[in-house]
C-alpha cells in the first residue's frame, strides 16, 4: 500500500513539474516591457502626468507619449489598457521619429471609442484598417494583442481579431502609448520578436 502511494505521489509530481515546464517554454521569448513598478525603459515626450499607480502607469492630463528606446520590427506586444469612455490614446508601432510620434509617421493602433469619424476607432489601425467588430473598451480593462510581421499586421482586442491587413509604410521603430484625453491606464506589457 505505501509503496503505491509513493508511486502515485511521483507520478502526480512528475505531472506538476512537467505542466510547469510548459508553461515556461511557452512563455520563453516574452519580454516584460513594463510590469507595475517603474518607468525604466520608457522615454516620456510630451507633458502628460504620467504616475505608477495600483501596478499600472495612468495618465489624466496633458498630452504625450511613453516610448521605447529600443526599434522593433517584427513582433507580438500584448498588453491591458483601461480608459473612460471619453479617452483617446493608442498604441504607436513601428514608429519613424521617437521625438515626434504621430498617426502619419507610425501604426496607430486606435483607442477611441468616441472617435468623431469611427472608421478607425477603438481597435482599428488609423489611415490603415478599420475594426472589422466595434467593440467599446470604456470602463473596463481590456487586452490587445498587436502582431506586426513583415507587411502584415493583426490587432486582437478582447481575444476577437480585429485587423489582419497588409501595408509597407513602416517597417520597424520603437513603441509608443500615448495619453490623448480622458483617464488612461496601461499594464502588463509584454512583447516577443519574431
Same mark, same amino acid.
Not at 508553461?23 to 504616475?51: C, K, R, V, Y
Not at 483601461?82 to 514608429?95: H, L, Q, T, Y
Not at 473598451?137 to 493583426?154: C, F, H, K, P, V
Given at each position: 500500500?505505501?509503496?503505491?502511494?509513493?508511486?502515485?505521489?511521483?507520478?502526480?509530481?512528475?505531472?506538476?513539474?512537467?505542466?510547469?515546464?510548459?508553461?515556461?517554454?511557452?512563455?520563453?521569448?516574452?519580454?516584460?516591457?513594463?510590469?507595475?513598478?517603474?518607468?525604466?525603459?520608457?522615454?516620456?515626450?510630451?507633458?502628460?502626468?504620467?504616475?505608477?499607480?495600483?501596478?499600472?502607469?495612468?495618465?489624466?492630463?496633458?498630452?504625450?507619449?511613453?516610448?521605447?528606446?529600443?526599434?522593433?520590427?517584427?513582433?507580438?506586444?500584448?498588453?491591458?489598457?483601461?480608459?473612460?469612455?471619453?479617452?483617446?490614446?493608442?498604441?504607436?508601432?513601428?514608429?519613424?521619429?521617437?521625438?515626434?510620434?504621430?498617426?502619419? #509617421? &507610425? @501604426? *496607430?493602433?486606435?483607442?477611441?471609442?468616441? =472617435?468623431?469619424?469611427? +472608421?478607425?476607432?477603438?481597435?482599428?489601425? %488609423?489611415?490603415?484598417?478599420?475594426?472589422?467588430?466595434?467593440?467599446?473598451?470604456?470602463?473596463?480593462? #481590456? &487586452? @490587445? *494583442?498587436?502582431?506586426?510581421?513583415?507587411? =502584415?499586421?493583426?490587432? +486582437?482586442?478582447?481575444?476577437?481579431?480585429? %485587423?489582419?491587413?497588409?501595408?509597407?509604410?513602416?517597417?520597424?521603430?520603437?513603441?509608443?502609448?500615448?495619453?490623448?484625453?480622458?483617464?488612461?491606464?496601461?499594464?502588463?506589457?509584454?512583447?516577443? +520578436?519574431?
Amino acid at each position: 500500500m505505501r509503496r503505491a502511494l509513493r508511486t502515485l505521489l511521483s507520478l502526480v509530481v512528475v505531472g506538476i513539474i512537467a505542466a510547469y515546464t510548459a508553461g515556461l517554454s511557452a512563455q520563453s521569448g516574452w519580454t516584460t516591457l513594463f510590469d507595475g513598478s517603474t518607468l525604466d525603459g520608457w522615454n516620456p515626450i510630451g507633458d502628460a502626468n504620467w504616475e505608477l499607480a495600483d501596478g499600472a502607469v495612468q495618465a489624466d492630463s496633458g498630452s504625450g507619449f511613453l516610448v521605447t528606446p529600443r526599434s522593433y520590427g517584427d513582433f507580438e506586444l500584448t498588453l491591458e489598457f483601461w480608459v473612460d469612455e471619453p479617452a483617446n490614446s493608442g498604441i504607436f508601432i513601428r514608429c519613424a521619429d521617437a521625438q515626434s510620434v504621430n498617426d502619419r #509617421n &507610425s @501604426y *496607430e493602433v486606435n483607442i477611441y471609442d468616441t =472617435r468623431a469619424d469611427q +472608421t478607425y476607432r477603438t481597435g482599428g489601425i %488609423v489611415h490603415i484598417a478599420s475594426p472589422s467588430s466595434v467593440i467599446n473598451a470604456g470602463g473596463q480593462w #481590456n &487586452s @490587445y *494583442e498587436i502582431t506586426a510581421r513583415g507587411d =502584415r499586421l493583426q490587432v +486582437t482586442l478582447n481575444g476577437t481579431q480585429v %485587423v489582419d491587413v497588409r501595408d509597407t509604410q513602416f517597417s520597424d521603430g520603437p513603441i509608443a502609448l500615448q495619453y490623448g484625453a480622458g483617464v488612461v491606464k496601461f499594464r502588463n506589457v509584454r512583447i516577443r +520578436t519574431l
